[in-house]
């Protein structure tokens, strides 16, 4: 079964959205860059001597807006990486094959062995091939015409994966 699917921004995106929620030292960093400059507003308008309403006033509007922009610039500096790098932003193919998984893009294509993927994840929308604990091959489920053939190809991944899994 080979599947063809274009790759997105927003492929990458939830990618990254993923591994923030399923990733406890990810989770941990963004947070942390969330949370520090709202602490840093609280602490310099509690030194300012303002009252409590204006303190948390400042700290929840200035947190607010310096998180969701943190997340856009985040978001739009990663796609003008994506879409300058060759071969991310493209359509791509999936083959599964005994030795293991194929992936082509324009570019070119290569076999990524069963025994070097360290596991394979899958949830509502994406399959997730990853090559080390960060660095995935994302296969959209929407490539698929049913649900049951992501389930199918998703299945026999594992499957032959399972043969080579050290």
Known sequence: M???????????????????THTFSFFVKILISLGIIPVAIFVTTTSMGLSILKVLIATLLGGLIFDFGFLYFAKRRMAKLLINSS???????FEIFNEGLKRTIPAGGAI???STITS???NRKYIYYFINKTNPLILPKRGFEREEEAIQFYNKSVEAWSKFKK
């Open 112 to 114: 990524v062995k069963w």
């Open 2 to 20: 080979k599947i063809k699917v274009k790759l997105t921004v927003d492929d990458y995106w939830n990618y990254d959205k993923y591994m923030v």
């Open 87 to 93: 071969g991310y932003i493209a359509e791509h193919s």
């Open 120 to 122: 394979i994840v899958q």
